[in-house]
């Protein structure tokens, strides 16, 4: 793979608006989704590790019922989104199951990366489908939401997936080619800009308030989402996706408009955790624990000797040594009342400890700064 292994991208999200998975006409655009699909295999091949967000429920919804958007109260609204969604999937899956990628169905709202514990569970969950080498195909879960249909349409939302699974990469995909000085719709003589390093006021600006044929956000919620994830260390990309293959298009030199970010996720996340000030506990650790992490693991609850404050998973906690100092601080993936009875434990033995398997570790390395 060309343009320096497309970025030296690990983990990358792709967002895919609705304009480009559905035809002018209503129906669902499966020349372009074959096509995408390959091009998503050829990156699992390469080793980047995908998650897609995909618009596109309430459009085809739209087109099942041959109803227009706007016609629609908000109920209504969320049952074709219903309707829609099982399709989108089954689209999906049909796509990718020529190459024998599997795929997950995700479906988020505002609490689920807002709200602490339900961005820990979306988190492990993703984890986990990525481990088993499982694509989530992630939308809002538009049939339960009430204050608004969407997040301010899918590229906020792919940004925050971006931001909870540390990904360093997220695609904007829609009918645009990136941020142009002035709209290039009003002008030819618009001017692209195809680097960012900063999501200032001024480019803001630029962004204007056009909107795209199907979807519900134009290039104002891109920028929107492009500041989320550099702020996270992801590097954001924002190019024409109707091309044949639009990821080659990138990967050839095609016009798009690249946000970069200056740290990866996980030096943002260490900087983050040690500015952070609001600890709800403190977890004490043996001599050989403190080795471990010293030498880049996890804290195990078979390093752990102490547990003190009360907290819940997903807190920020001291670690301290056996002579209670200060030695980092790290998200707790329990309470301090599981961290308590598994005080000491060997990770098998933690289902016997609390009637459940629980993580195997207390705070995962990628969750904790040392001093």
Not at 31 to 54: Q, T
Not at 166 to 189: N, Q, R
Request: charged fraction near 25%; proline fraction near 2%; glycine fraction near 8%.
């Amino acid at each position: 793979m060309e343009r320096d292994k497309f970025f030296g991208f690990k983990r990358l999200v792709i967002k895919i608006g609705s304009a480009l998975l559905i035809n002018k006409d209503g129906t669902f655009n499966k020349i372009w989704l074959k096509s995408i699909a390959d091009e998503i295999n050829s990156l699992l091949e390469s080793g980047v590790e995908i998650l897609v967000v995909s618009s596109g429920a309430v459009a085809i919804g739209c087109g099942i019922i041959d109803r227009k958007r706007a016609q629609m109260s908000l109920n209504e609204l969320q049952a074709i989104a219903a309707m829609g969604q099982a399709q989108l999937v089954i689209e999906w899956q049909e796509a990718l199951k020529k190459n024998d990628v599997k795929v997950a169905q995700i479906l988020l709202t505002p609490d689920d990366t807002e709200n602490r514990k339900r961005f820990l569970n979306s988190k492990n969950t993703l984890q986990a489908l990525l481990k088993l080498d499982v694509v989530p195909i992630i939308n809002e879960n538009d049939t339960v939401a009430t204050d608004e249909l969407s997040y301010g349409d899918n590229d906020r939302l792919a940004a925050r997936v971006a931001q909870m699974v540390m990904a360093d990469g997220l695609i904007l995909l829609s009918d645009v080619d990136g941020l142009y000085e002035t709209d290039p719709a009003l002008t030819t003589e618009a001017k692209h800009i195809a680097s960012i390093d900063s999501v200032t006021d001024e480019i803001l600006e630029m962004a204007g308030s056009r909107e795209s044929n199907y979807g519900s956000g134009g290039m104002l919620t891109k920028l929107h989402a492009a500041k989320i994830a550099m702020h996270a260390g992801c590097t954001t990309i924002i190019s024409n996706g109707t091309k044949n293959k639009p990821i080659s298009n990138i990967l050839d030199g095609g016009k798009c408009s690249i946000f970069e970010a200056m740290q990866s996720p996980h030096v943002i996340r260490k900087q983050w955790l040690l500015g952070f000030l609001d600890t709800r506990g403190t977890l004490i650790i043996d001599k050989g624990a403190k080795v471990a992490l010293s030498q880049g693991g996890s804290l195990l609850p078979v390093g752990l000797t102490n547990v003190r404050g009360n907290f819940e998973r997903g807190d920020v906690v001291i670690l301290k040594n056996e002579q209670d100092r200060e030695i980092g601080k790290g998200i707790t993936t329990y309470s301090s009342i599981e961290a308590s009875l598994i005080i000491g434990c060997r990770s098998q033995a933690i289902l016997e400890k609390l009637g459940y398997q629980g993580k195997p570790e207390i705070v995962h390395r990628d969750d904790m700064v040392l001093f």
